[in-house]
């Protein structure tokens, strides 16, 4: 079953209530049928929610299992047809043989067992006229007569010694933990239940929650760790000691500007956490669960004002999306993750390679179709003009009834007049070739550059028509506030966020996974 990250469900509002969700579950496999009664509703407790997590954990693994039983089946020779039935024939056609063999074995055995007394015995009394013989003989002194008769009982405690078996060893019971069958590539560690608690607070329910949700959501969270790191043990100290003095007002604001969150955006945090500090005692965890409501209102600003929410491919539709930004800001690495996901998603796409500045960028670019599985169109000469490329491409997405085409555009210095202006001839050419379709212009930004990426942003807006950025090396970078400054200086909304260098590391942004992975402990 193909699943649509564009078409993922997400959390409509940012206060999920326990119980929210509908308790009326689908039909489910037998083995899940434990965890129904945790699986309707949002956990509210510890236990709810490992009980919650081991639910889900449950359920992915029934889903594997199909896949897992074919490549048994596939693999396993054929049995014997000759050797169970000859097993059977030995058991049913000899049994009074079998017991005769056992009467003979028991009258041997107890026949044995006497002689073996007869032979201790009469041993035992040789020994003891041998011993009388001797002691006349050689008369011995007190202390060597004393071992002598201590060597001679040990001899005789061993001689009549009867071996005890060794009592088997008995494994322990499993844990509940350990009972769990591992899936492979998939751990039930403390990463899968914070990603499970994350997706049971938007509603969902533990049989529809997919092993790529659980992935992507845990390769978040340790792409951010050095953000999180540097500002929530911090901020909880701080906000623990009641109203927010000048003091703590300076330290809050040198820990957002750290992480590269802005001047305007940290104003806006700073204020709003001070009115809420004022008109209420407010401990510290509930003080920081009111910054995450902060935040993201600040994150979803964009799409109630100028941009629509969704983000996602109309499916029998030509969709063209223009991917921007400057060299070295993994534009053309995106667009080799943006067509695996969209192929995983159900898409056909195609990826129109008009870079044609950059040295080896079409090589670069074809690699990543293969790895996609997504074909490249590409001039084959050197220097030739990009526009070409995107007409032959436009043209080759709708004979082939494609239902999204990326497009690689040259990368640029947001002060170089003449490819910011090739970049609005592209955009010209889009709008007269394939007037009716979709048309999305990205910008990708390198987390890692902080601030520096906003000025590129506003450039880049002017000329292409931007309609949202993607955020790339979030995994490197301490700077993840910059997601903060691009929304509230720029009014562009986040589309897509990268957390690692793997063709599945680019994923749909969703605010409230985003601030959760941030500022959860």
Not at 275 to 293: C, D, G, N, Q, W
């Amino acid at each position: 079953m193909v699943f649509n990250w564009f078409n993922r469900q997400e959390k409509d509002s940012p206060s999920p209530q326990p119980g929210d969700t509908p308790a009326t579950p689908e039909p489910q496999p037998e083995s899940a049928a434990t965890s129904s009664t945790t699986a309707d509703a949002a956990p509210d407790s510890t236990a709810d929610l490992l009980a919650f997590a081991k639910a889900a954990y449950k359920n992915i693994q029934e889903k594997q299992k199909p896949q897992t039983e074919s490549a048994d089946v596939s693999t396993d020779a054929p049995p014997s047809e000759t050797e169970t039935p000859t097993a059977t024939t030995e058991v049913t056609e000899n049994p009074p043989e079998v017991a005769a063999s056992t009467e003979e074995s028991a009258e041997l055995i107890e026949a044995t067992t006497k002689l073996v007394e007869a032979v201790t015995t009469s041993e035992s009394s040789v020994e003891s006229e041998i011993a009388q013989e001797e002691v006349p003989a050689a008369p011995l002194s007190f202390l060597e007569r004393a071992a002598a008769e201590r060597e001679a009982k040990q001899e005789r405690l061993i001689a009549n010694a009867i071996e005890i078996p060794q009592p088997e060893v008995v494994p322990p019971a499993a844990t509940t933990s350990e009972s769990l069958e591992t899936i492979p590539g998939l751990d039930f560690d403390e990463g899968f239940v914070w990603s499970a608690e994350v997706l049971a607070s938007q509603g969902r329910r533990a049989e529809d929650i997919s092993i790529e949700e659980i992935t992507w959501l845990k390769k978040l969270r340790e792409g951010l760790d050095k953000t999180r790191r540097n500002i929530l043990n911090q901020l909880k100290a701080i906000v623990g000691q009641g109203p927010l003095n000048q003091a703590a007002v300076a330290e809050i604001e040198a820990l957002l500007l750290q992480a590269d969150v802005g001047v305007e955006a940290t104003d806006h945090i700073i204020n709003a956490l001070q009115k809420k500090l004022r008109e209420e005692v407010t401990p510290p965890e509930a003080a920081i669960a009111y910054l995450k409501e902060i935040l993201r209102e600040m994150l979803e600003a964009p799409l109630k004002t100028t941009h629509k929410a969704s983000f996602a491919p109309e499916k029998d539709t030509l969709n063209i999306w223009l991917i921007t930004g400057v060299n070295g800001a993994g534009k053309t690495t995106t667009i080799g993750k943006l067509s695996h996901l969209a192929q995983k998603s159900g898409y056909r796409c195609l990826i129109g390679a008009a870079d044609t500045f950059r040295a080896a960028a079409v090589e670069q670019v074809k690699v990543w179709g293969q790895r996609s599985g997504v074909e490249v169109i590409a001039n084959p000469g050197k220097n030739t003009d990009p526009a070409a490329v995107v007409f032959d491409a436009i043209a080759a997405a709708q004979s082939r009834n494609t239902e999204l085409l990326l497009v690689d555009t040259a990368g640029r210095l947001q002060n170089k007049k003449n490819l910011m202006d090739e970049l609005s001839k592209i955009r010209r050419i889009i709008d007269k070739k394939a007037p009716d379709a979709k048309i999305e212009s990205l910008l990708v930004l390198d987390a890692t550059l902080g601030q520096n990426g906003l000025r590129q942003a506003e450039v880049f807006s002017q000329a292409a028509q931007l309609s949202g950025v993607v955020l790339t090396k979030l995994d490197g970078t301490a700077k993840g506030g910059v997601a903060l400054a691009v929304v509230q200086q720029l009014g562009l909304p986040i589309r897509f966020i990268g957390a690692g260098e793997g063709i599945e590391d680019l994923r749909p942004f969703s605010s409230y996974e985003f601030v959760e992975a941030l500022l959860s402990g």
